[in-house]
């Protein structure tokens, strides 16, 4: 009977776990509705922060925007060229067509070398610490919403 119940426990336990490790995997990426290529929600349910979005897209190991594109930063020096300059981007674009656009550009357009930023990386061609990871969280997504939006 003990053993019984032992075994009982035991195989909870390993379940349990093994749901566990389920969940958060399937937790880590937030849901997202793309509807019209925008996403019209907030992934966090909340307003980002403009002035911690300007830092994360100045952050290389980020962002790293600038090394694509120009921005109205005038103290970093290096500003690529790869993509279109995005002062005036919060006038042309709505805040859901630039998050989907940071979140997944592949989804706007078959080959977009702009990377997915939140997305979690696949297993081809990926390096080992990304793997499983996105590059960037849903409240730096946000942060770099509400920055872009700022550029009119
Ligand atoms: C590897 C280069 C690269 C990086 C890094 C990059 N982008 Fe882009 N981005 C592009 C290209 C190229 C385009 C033009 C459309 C396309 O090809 O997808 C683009 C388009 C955009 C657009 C649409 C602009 C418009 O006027 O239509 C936005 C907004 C944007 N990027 C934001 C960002 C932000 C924010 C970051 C940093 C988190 C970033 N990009 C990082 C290459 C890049």
């Given amino acids: 009977m003990g053993v019984r119940i032992l075994a009982v426990l035991a195989l909870g336990v390993v379940l349990g776990f093994a749901f566990n490790t389920n969940a958060t995997a399937a937790e880590k990426l937030v849901n997202y509705m793309v509807k019209d ?13 403009a002035a911690k979005g300007r830092k994360v897209a100045i952050d290389r190991k980020k962002g790293n925007c600038l ?58 061609g990926v390096l080992k610490k990304f793997k499983g990871k996105t590059i960037i969280s849903a409240s ?13």
Avoid: N, W
């Fill in 37 to 49: 290529g925008a996403i019209a929600k907030s992934l966090t349910g909340k307003p980002g922060d």
């Fill in 67 to 124: 090394a694509c594109h120009k921005m109205p930063i005038p103290e970093q020096s290096f500003h690529g060229e790869v993509g279109p300059d995005l002062a005036g981007v919060g006038g042309r674009l709505s805040a859901g067509q630039i998050r989907l656009r940071i979140v997944d550009p592949e989804r706007l357009g078959a080959d977009s070398i702009m990377p997915p930023f939140y997305k979690l990386a696949g297993l081809h």
């Fill in 140 to 152: 730096d997504v946000e942060d770099l919403v509400a920055y872009m939006m700022t550029l009119k």
